[in-house]
């Protein structure tokens, strides 16, 4: 079994920064491909970005020179590094893990922080 947990997140003015965390817990390994997402409300769950087992990245247009996903296996933490934010950043951010467990491939989520960008 897999617990994430996210932290990191809060009220911040246009423009300002934040670093979200998500610490991992459980059968974790190296290989997981982990990532975040976000759900504004009255939208749906959106990708942010994505980190995968050999350092590989990807992001959503949206954010692209923005933020920077980044992990730390020893520790089992994944991080979101977002700067220049804007309102439209505004919603909850979710950390996911995907990894083979058994016989087939499972994704595990976090419960959410949520990011409010407002002056």
């Known amino acids: 079994q897999v617990q994430l947990v996210e932290s990191g997140g809060g009220l911040v003015q246009p423009g300002g920064s934040l670093k979200l965390s998500c610490a991992a817990s459980?059968?974790?390994?190296?290989?997981?491909?982990m990532g975040w997402y976000r759900q504004a409300p009255g939208k749906e769950r959106e990708l942010v970005a994505t980190i995968f087992s050999g350092g590989g990245t990807n992001y959503a247009d949206s954010v692209k020179g923005r933020c920077a996903i980044s992990r730390d296996n020893a520790k089992n933490t994944l991080f979101l590094q977002m700067n220049s934010l804007k309102p439209e950043d505004t919603a909850v951010y979710y950390c996911?893990?995907?990894?083979?467990?058994?016989?087939?491939?499972?994704?595990?989520w976090g419960q959410g922080t949520q990011v409010t960008v407002s002056s």
């Open positions: 459980g059968s974790i390994f190296s290989m997981d491909t």
């Open positions: 996911k893990l995907t990894g083979f467990r058994g016989t087939g491939w499972s994704d595990y």
